[in-house]
């Protein structure tokens, strides 16, 4: 079955500095690839997602990247602010066999002021 | 008021007792999850139903049962409760995209369960 491996598990940036989350997936079926994020006391909450027919995908301060040849792909946050500090999770899903989303084991990211 | 709202928020409770956390959700989505968050372990799926007559395991369905009493309704039960069914328990929703699979997930704030 998929599995999701994400890294590092702990990442602690400077604010106004770029942070990098990276996830690697095993199953070539995987088409989608959400990005949440978790606030202390709160649901995940979806910032960004990529579909398998794009390579690339920015919003503002994010941005995330796929490369399906590889099967990884990454979240980029650049300026970070104190607000950006939570728990991030990696996800692949596929639609195709019956429903299957893997979440990766997170990443907890401190900005300093 | 939340989109997906979890009872209880923290339940405390002994070995074999059965347990029951409730969800509700005024998104109007025909497909709802329960996961279960441990620390490391990212969030993993234990039952999850597309509408009223469908249900369906998911990773770790084993200790549990769920019921989907409306399309705006789904409960997990833990029949015979055991410590290592301590975690924090998030119900989930979403929407139905055609031609699009899978799309978003809305979780609620998550049900803190600790079993003695």
């Known amino acids: 079955g998929e599995n999701v491996e994400q890294h590092p598990s702990t990442l602690s940036v400077q604010e106004g500095d770029s942070a990098v989350i990276k996830c690697t997936y095993s199953d070539s079926a995987s088409n989608y690839f959400p990005w949440y994020k978790q606030e202390l006391g709160k649901g995940p909450q979806l910032i960004i997602d990529i579909r398998s027919n794009v390579g690339e995908k920015k919003d503002q301060r994010i941005a995330v990247t796929l490369n399906k040849t590889a099967k990884h792909f990454s979240l980029h946050i650049t300026e970070t602010q104190p607000e950006d500090s939570a728990v991030y999770f990696c996800?692949?899903?596929?639609?195709?066999?019956?429903?299957?989303?893997?979440f990766g084991a997170g990443t907890r990211l401190f900005v300093k002021a | 008021d939340a989109d997906v709202t979890q009872t209880p928020r923290n339940r405390i409770t002994k070995t074999g007792k059965r347990i029951m956390l409730e969800c509700s959700q005024t998104k109007g989505h025909d497909r709802m999850y329960w996961y279960r968050q441990d620390p490391g372990l990212g969030l993993r799926l234990i039952y999850y139903s597309f509408d009223v007559k469908d249900i369906n395991k998911g990773e770790i369905s084993d200790g549990y049962s769920v019921s989907r009493q409306a399309q705006a309704k789904f409960s997990l039960s833990l029949e015979s409760a055991i410590p290592n069914q301590t975690a924090l328990y998030f119900c989930?929703?979403?929407?139905?995209?055609?031609?699009?699979?899978?799309?978003?997930?809305?979780f609620g704030e998550g049900s803190r369960l600790t079993v003695l």
């Open positions: 989930a929703t979403s929407d139905k995209i055609p031609g699009q699979g899978l799309g978003e997930l809305f």
């Open positions: 996800a692949a899903s596929m639609h195709t066999g019956g429903f299957k989303t893997i």
